[in-house]
């Protein structure tokens, strides 16, 4: 496991830091890089150089829980992401593995479970906590979770900055399109999401971080 290179994506500089030199210590010739929010993982991500692995943050600027892991996963389909979070939640867990994350890891794990965790998810197999319960309950955050990984990359994005409050206006000048185009991208969110408004959509998109049993009927 030599030669490898990953993105620590927090907006934590104490945190990176820290998981930075433990890392370096542990895996021989690891590069490591380190992005303070999404525009910056999104530009180190877009480089030619090939990266390994990104452990990312659920709650940090530009990224509001699942959206952002289900994003570069839609933008950046090879490259691995593991999520390195202060969320211990099962149903969030659960959820981000569905979404493709190669990994959950704690932030309150002890630094030599952190570590061997990156290491098994380095060598390509899905690390998750030992204690992970089971469960077979299907929640309203599945089935919107569901719904989340059908938006496209410029889809999620624009959902990302409805849920930061921006308007079409501010969302057409930060992707440098039209407010056409951004007024398209939303009408599909919406009917991606099964939601009415622009206001549904964001709290739809809250919903899929949170823990809620569907009645027993089936979803529309």
């Known amino acids: 496991m030599t030669g490898q290179r990953i993105v620590i994506v927090d907006d934590h500089p104490l945190f990176r830091d820290a998981l930075k030199h433990s890392l370096a210590a542990t895996i021989p010739d690891l590069a490591i890089d380190e992005a303070g929010n999404l525009d910056a993982a999104v530009k180190l991500l877009g480089s030619a150089e090939a990266i390994d692995l990104v452990l990312l943050d659920l709650k940090m600027p530009g990224v509001q829980g699942l959206s952002g892991l289900a994003f570069l996963r839609a933008q950046f389909p090879a490259i691995p992401v593991a999520i390195v979070s202060a969320s211990e939640e ?8 569905d979404l493709g994350a190669s990994g959950y890891i704690p932030k ?53 900055m409805l849920r930061e409050g921006l308007l079409n206006k501010q969302i057409a ?10 007024k398209a991208h939303v009408s599909a969110i919406l009917q991606k999401l099964n939601v009415d408004s622009r206001t549904q959509a964001v709290i739809a998109a809250a919903r899929i971080d949170e823990e809620t049993p569907l009645p027993d009927v089936k979803s529309g």
């Open 90 to 97: 099962p149903h969030l867990i659960r959820r981000a593995i």
């Open 108 to 160: 309150s794990s002890a630094i030599d479970e952190i570590k061997a965790a990156i290491s098994v998810i380095l060598s390509g197999d899905i690390w998750t906590p030992p204690d992970l319960p089971a469960s077979t309950v299907v929640t309203e955050g599945d089935d919107l979770a569901r719904r989340l990984a059908t938006l496209t990359p410029q889809q999620l994005r624009v959902l990302m």
């Open 173 to 182: 000048y930060e992707l440098d399109v039209s407010e056409a185009t951004v």
